[in-house]
């Protein structure tokens, strides 16, 4: 990961876009982080223990948690923020602390959204292999990555022209569903991908709530078979 991350991006840059478009009810990329959120929510419970890996400005912990969270990302200045604006909601500390105390079997439920698209293959079978020693049995492994065949591949165009951030340098992978299989097939017993966020992305320029209305639609009529995000749901079994 380079100095991106954790030197360039503004602390708390997604935290700040995020409930701007929730306050007024309405922006693409709100609606994206809304979505994610929404679909982690799904597997949140007051009894677990849970943890957020690459969790940023401490948003979804902040908003979503029941307390019980703990978020760790590789920015100092990030996790500043965090602890700062959403202490009383979860813990937060750096990736390299974490590290040093760490431990097998401690987490019902570890989700990380928005970090395969930056690393490489390697890194990510790796990384999976090192998160599932830290879930306990029956505990769930939840990623979430852009799926960029389709119209993931005009938004990137969209968001780095028109965005405040660039990513043109910083994916690393651009994954489809088959590609994820592909990589997870031969390393992952028990998992499956799920598709979200469809064209209902285009009517969050008006409204979250309509765009929702549209999203359940189409899932509805096509299954959840389209979507510009992928959902990987692993089991440690």
Not at 203 to 217: G, M, R
Request: net charge positive; hydrophobic share 40%.
């Amino acid at each position: 990961m380079n100095e991106f991350w954790t030197e360039e991006l503004e602390p708390g840059y997604y935290d700040l876009k995020f409930t701007k478009g929730l306050n007024s009810k309405r922006g693409v990329q709100s609606f994206w982080h809304l979505r994610t959120f929404k679909k982690m929510v799904e597997y949140l419970r007051p009894d677990i223990n849970h943890l957020d890996y690459a969790c940023g400005p401490g948003t979804f912990i902040g908003i979503y948690s029941f307390g019980n969270s703990l978020g760790v990302d590789i920015s100092e200045k990030q996790i500043d923020y965090a602890k700062l604006n959403y202490g009383d909601n979860g813990k937060f500390d750096t990736l390299e602390n974490f590290l040093n105390y760490e431990k097998k079997d401690s987490y019902d439920l570890i989700t990380i959204m928005g970090l395969l698209e930056f690393i490489s293959d390697e890194e990510i079978l790796r990384l999976n292999e090192q998160l599932l020693k830290m879930l306990k049995k029956g505990g769930k492994l939840v990623y979430t990555t852009p799926n960029f065949r389709g119209l993931m591949f005009f938004l990137e165009i969209a968001l780095n022209f028109f965005g405040q951030v660039n990513y043109s340098g910083e994916h690393v992978n651009k994954f489809s569903r088959k590609k994820l299989k592909n990589l997870f097939d031969n390393s992952t017993k028990s998992y499956k991908i799920k598709n979200f966020i469809n064209i209902s992305l285009f009517f969050s320029i008006f409204s979250h709530t309509v765009a929702l209305k549209v999203e359940n639609i189409v899932d509805k009529l096509f299954r959840s078979r389209f979507g510009s995000l992928m959902l990987i749901e692993i089991n440690n079994v």
